[in-house]
């Protein structure tokens, strides 16, 4: 297993094409099988613990742990998308964090320009198209950290990782209702933010 | 439904038309309006891009090294802790009982009378019933109790030389053994006994601890 690489161009995560087998094998206690799909996915649940909490170090160990949960629990996955079932597992982690760092003083989210690492566009065409998705996706990350946290995970969990409102509700524990409001709310401020990138809208 | 102001519907429920939530999309009023609103139409087509981009965004590499599976406990190092903590209490029943036999023979409840009292039980089964008691020390005269070889030879002997002795009245007779020189032989051979037994308590405590304390965590990394 090499060494991650944050400079690696990183894309949306599809699933292994032996997949099933590989977490069947995974359930019934195969360690390396378990490894390679952790490998696999580990860019998708970082991505999540780092759009949900800001912060490099805590969505590591939110990743971190929500693998040693997904190896204590994988015998308790009844199928569907693998890729949800963690990513769902990775969001309760990330959200444990995030109620525990907000029982300690607040603290402001880093400044995304501060060494973070460019994302690379899976469907750029060509390098000067990559440039322009890459400072759009900037922007659409920078833009969702200046949003209220409430928002902010709604929004993450529901439009950037394909949660619906039950699932959602579920991991920030509050009710549907809610949630679709701060969705709803969340996204008309981000629209509001994003009124200087006017290439994000152009059809 | 909810309007913000009287010509345009609430926002909230423009952004549930642009992810085409069902009952959004089954307000006729509100499809009504952003059909022939122009401003309403264009924060809806703004919000379904927006929603679309937000789904486009990639996944990111973790920027250190994750540890995909918890760590195991070293089978080899764990085995013979295995062994250890299984034939602790064995032994130390085994060491427990040496040490009480060893003890008990060394001060002559066993080493003496003990011995003697087989001795003298085996020899009322043995000799003639018209000899209720001897009365000389002859080695040849009652039979010698078999007490499994290495013990019993000299020990019984010795016993047996004793309450013969006192038997006749307390005179020894000319053929007598040495009663001093097996007395301490004994000794030493139940001594022995009772050392082994200590050191086979000593042994067991010492692995225990030492496998107790050498055993490894076997939990969760890091964070």
């Known amino acids: ?203 | 439904m909810t309007m913000s102001s009287p010509a345009h519907p609430d926002p909230e429920r423009l952004s549930a038309l642009a992810e085409a939530d069902a009952e959004a999309l089954g307000d006729r009023g509100l499809t009504d309006h952003v059909a022939g609103c122009a401003s309403c139409a264009v924060q809806v087509r703004d919000l379904t891009i927006l929603r679309s981009a937000l789904a486009e965004l990639p996944d990111r590499m973790p920027p250190r090294r994750l540890q995909y599976v918890p760590p195991v406990p070293q089978p080899a190092s764990r085995g013979w802790r295995v062994a250890v903590g299984r034939a602790f209490a064995p032994v130390v029943v085994a060491g427990m009982v040496l040490l009480l036999v060893g003890g008990v023979g060394a001060t002559g409840v066993l080493g003496s009378d003990g011995l003697a009292l087989f001795d003298r039980q085996a020899s009322s089964e043995g000799a003639p019933a018209a000899a209720p008691e001897y009365t000389t020390t002859d080695n040849s005269s009652p039979p010698s109790v078999d007490l499994g070889g290495a013990v019993a030879s000299p020990a019984a002997r010795a016993s047996d030389t004793e309450t013969m002795g006192s038997a006749a009245g307390g005179e020894k007779s000319p053929g007598a053994t040495d009663q001093g020189e097996l007395g301490a032989g004994d000794r030493t051979l139940w001594l022995a006994l009772a050392a082994l037994g200590l050191g086979l308590l000593v042994l067991a405590f010492v692995l225990r601890r030492v496998s107790a304390s050498g055993s490894s965590p076997t939990g969760r990394p890091a964070g």
């Open chain 1, 1 to 203: 297993m090499s060494d991650p690489d944050p400079s690696r161009p990183s894309t949306r995560t599809g699933p292994l094409a032996d997949e099933p087998a590989v977490v069947a094998a995974a359930a019934g206690g195969d360690r390396t099988a378990f490894a390679r799909l952790m490998e696999h996915y580990q860019g998708a649940c970082y991505g999540l613990a780092w759009r949900l909490l800001g912060d490099p170090d805590l969505a590591a160990d939110a990743t971190q742990d929500a693998f040693i949960h997904a190896y204590d629990h994988i015998q308790s996955y009844r199928g569907g998308a693998f890729r949800s079932w963690l990513l769902r597992i990775t969001a309760n982690a990330s959200y444990d964090i995030l109620r525990r760092a907000q029982r300690r003083p607040t603290t402001e989210l880093p400044d995304l320009e501060a060494g973070e690492p460019d994302i690379a566009d899976p469907h750029a065409a060509s390098p000067a198209m990559e440039s322009v998705r890459s400072e759009l996706y900037r922007a659409l990350d920078a833009a969702l950290r200046l949003l209220p946290e409430d928002q902010r995970t709604a929004v993450v969990l529901c439009d950037v990782y394909g949660m619906d409102y039950q699932e959602v509700a579920l991991t920030i524990q509050s009710p549907v209702g809610t949630v679709k409001s701060r969705i709803h709310r969340g996204r008309l401020r981000l629209r509001e933010l994003l009124a200087d990138q006017p290439e994000l809208f152009e059809d």
